[in-house]
């Protein structure tokens, strides 16, 4: 399943390591950031309301 990568395993194998993680680390950017957002339009709209 897994291909023979040699004497290059090291390297490649961390370099997916990095991209997985970076991935991660941009999905709970986004998340949070969503959240935030979605939370300060709430507080707008409630201030806005009569």
Do not use: N, W
């Amino acid at each position: 399943m897994i291909p023979d990568l040699g004497k290059y395993a090291t390297d490649v194998l961390s370099a997916y390591a990095i991209a997985i993680l970076l991935l991660v680390a941009l999905v709970a950017v986004s998340l949070r950031q969503s959240a935030k957002a979605r939370k300060a339009l709430q507080d707008a709209e409630q201030r806005a309301k009569p």
